[in-house]
């Protein structure tokens, strides 16, 4: 009997190679620096989308990416250090899209081009989306760098619809930065409830939004064309000698 129960836990214990194999199938591979700091990355990507940056902490980061903070602390001074880093790649957001934009479009097609193409990319950009909500709610210098870099590397675009717009009489810096807020608003309000009674979360929404924005700048472009030709009247009319009180009666007059 006793050599019987012997021969029981004879059979239960693991020889020394089977323990040893145990602990290598539990073992962590090594990973590169390269390996780490991409699964960081992907760790504060994924839980920035679904949680937002107020939310996402050093611990979820770290559990996340199966790290110690030791390790995150080698690489990142802090959390907002992370943060900035993260960010960067959203910097040229805007003029990305303007980089990759058709060459053959005229200016109305081109304005039309950029803001569809700007809604398009946010609704799918839910790192973007986050971000715009954490510049509303947290003045810090990650968000104020961001804020304000945007700026800088939209200039080029400003300046084209500037130069386009010139001696208009409309203020497209406005009207732009109009357009662009509403796409903004639109777009991370779309879970919340509808808007002016449109599910901007719905396929259908999204259309309309576009069909919308076509409509925006057809109706720009138009006044802007009316205000050309006005002024190549009244230039062909000062040419001929009419008096100035008499081009702006006719012009004034072709308003009613």
Request: proline residues 2%.
């Amino acid at each position: 009997m006793i050599k019987s129960k012997f021969s029981l836990i004879d059979r239960r214990k693991k020889s020394p190679e089977s323990a040893s194999e145990d602990v290598e199938k539990t073992r962590r591979p090594r990973r590169s620096q390269v390996d780490v700091e991409k699964a960081v990355l992907n760790a504060a990507s994924s839980l920035i989308e679904e949680l937002g940056f107020a939310k996402v902490t050093l611990t979820g980061i770290s559990r996340r990416a199966e790290i110690e903070s030791t390790v995150f602390y080698r690489r990142y001074n802090n959390l907002d250090d992370l943060f900035d880093q993260y960010v960067r790649k959203f910097d040229y957001w805007l003029s990305s899209l303007a980089e990759i934009m058709p060459s053959d479009l005229s200016d109305e097609d081109s304005f039309k081009w950029i803001f569809k193409n700007l809604a398009n990319t946010l609704y799918k950009n839910k790192g973007m989306q986050q971000l715009l909500i954490w510049e509303l709610s947290d003045d810090n210098p990650t968000t104020r760098r961001t804020a304000g870099l945007r700026e800088i590397v939209n200039e080029p675009f400003l300046r084209m619809l500037e130069n386009c717009f010139k001696d208009s009489k409309i203020d497209i810096n406005v009207i732009t930065a109009l357009l662009i807020s509403g796409i903004y608003y639109l777009i991370l309000h779309q879970n919340i409830s509808t808007f002016c009674e449109v599910d901007f979360s719905s396929k259908k929404g999204k259309q309309r939004l576009e069909a919308g924005i076509d409509q925006y700048a057809t109706i720009l472009f138009a006044h802007l064309n009316r205000q050309k030709e006005k002024e190549e009247i009244a230039n062909r009319l000062r040419e001929e000698g009419v008096s100035e009180e008499v081009i702006s009666r006719c012009l004034n007059s072709s308003k009613e």
